[in-house]
């Protein structure tokens, strides 16, 4: 069974860095892609950003040049590293996986920025 458990989201001040965890197991297949994404109140899931099997990483705009992701193959953990954070932030956070054509998600990790 795929579980996907993220870690590391809290509470932090505009300008301050965070970096989240993913760790998955049970992905007996390869992983097609992988990566993040992110959902504030009242708002839809953004791409916050994701690498594609055998790709670069790909960011979405809003974080581009901020926020940084890589991924340890051998302790099946991705890494989000956020610096220079902002108030508009403020989000649940998703690690999510696509193994086939099915895509599994995380149970997600709460930031908040403050001014």
């Known amino acids: 069974q795929v579980q996907v458990v993220e870690s590391g989201g809290g509470l932090v001040q505009a300008g301050e860095s965070l970096r989240l965890s993913c760790t998955y197991s049970g992905t007996t297949s390869s992983i097609n892609a992988i990566g993040w994404y992110r959902q504030a109140p009242g708002k839809g899931r953004e791409l916050v950003a994701s690498?594609?099997?055998?790709?670069?990483?790909k960011y979405g705009d809003s974080v581009k040049g901020r926020f940084t992701t890589s991924r340890d193959v051998a302790k099946n953990t991705l890494y989000l590293q956020m610096n220079s954070l902002k108030p508009e932030d403020t989000a649940v956070y998703y690690c999510?996986?696509?193994?086939?054509?099915?895509?599994?998600w995380g149970q997600g990790t709460q930031v908040t920025v403050s001014k």
């Open positions: 690498i594609l099997s055998g790709g670069l990483p």
């Open positions: 999510t996986l696509t193994l086939g054509t099915i895509d599994y």
